[in-house]
């Protein structure tokens, strides 16, 4: 069975500081992909960023980055110089080459304050 | 481009009542998800197409909720008869391939009293 974990329900930071949020995963697998989405208010996922299981380079969009520990399966996201639209629920999500399905943890809400 | 359509935003019915959602994937994406989430958690999913046939219905309770995605391209999924924990949101994604990245719509709230 596949599962992702995420063992912060809330972080706040302040405006313009860096933060992590964790996820951890378990899977059999060794061909996957993991992804962070970002749900604000408006409910709509949108997607922050993606790995593949096969690179060791981590994942950078922007001001989001990624610490992937394969033999860890730990696959976290650092926020850089965090803005106030960051403030968000937070989702780690996997999902394997060959499945196709979407794995998502239970969330992580991040607030960022003024 | 557009992104994913969903409609309605809202839904308010009682139980045992019956009720339907709508989604219109980004265009040219073969594959289509339907996801619950309850308030809360993380999304759930209910059901998975590649173009119109299904892929994967193991987590869908199909004495209650149906899909449909007819000629592979817009899907409709129908809750009859609707219970107190069907609340939630329900989101339509979709993706090229399945093995890429998916795209979510805004998804419906769904109150059941």
């Known amino acids: 069975a596949q599962t992702v974990t995420q063992s912060q329900p809330e972080m706040s930071v302040q405006e313009a500081e860096t933060v992590t949020l964790s996820c951890t995963y378990d899977t059999s697998e060794n061909n996957y992909y993991l992804f962070w989405y970002k749900q604000p208010p408006s409910r709509q996922m949108i997607l922050v960023i993606r790995?593949?299981?096969?690179?060791?380079q981590n994942a950078t969009e922007n001001r989001f980055s990624v610490n992937f520990q394969k033999a860890a399966k730990s696959f976290s996201l650092k926020i850089s110089d965090s803005q106030l639209g960051d403030t968000a629920m937070y989702f780690c999500?996997?999902?394997?080459?060959?499945?196709?399905?979407?794995?998502f943890g239970t969330g992580t809400s991040l607030t960022v304050i003024p | 481009e557009a992104g994913v359509a969903q409609s309605p935003r809202y839904k308010i019915i009682e139980k045992r009542q019956s009720v339907a959602f709508w989604c219109n994937p980004i265009?040219?994406?073969?594959?289509l998800y339907w996801y619950q989430q309850i308030l809360g958690q993380g999304p759930k999913l209910l059901i998975q197409?590649?173009?119109?046939?299904?892929?994967?219905d193991s987590q869908l309770p199909k004495d209650r909720f149906s899909a449909e995605r007819l000629k592979g391209v817009d899907s409709t999924l129908k809750i009859q008869p609707a219970k107190l924990e069907d609340s939630a949101v329900y989101l339509c994604?979709?993706?090229?391939?399945?093995?890429?990245?998916?795209?979510f719509g805004q998804g419906t709230r769904l109150t059941v009293v």
């Open positions: 994604a979709s993706s090229i391939d399945g093995n890429t990245e998916a795209f």
């Open positions: 999500a996997f999902m394997i080459d060959t499945g196709n399905q979407f794995y």
């Open positions: 790995q593949e299981a096969y690179k060791q």
């Open positions: 197409f590649q173009n119109n046939g299904v892929v994967d």
């Open positions: 265009s040219g994406h073969a594959t």
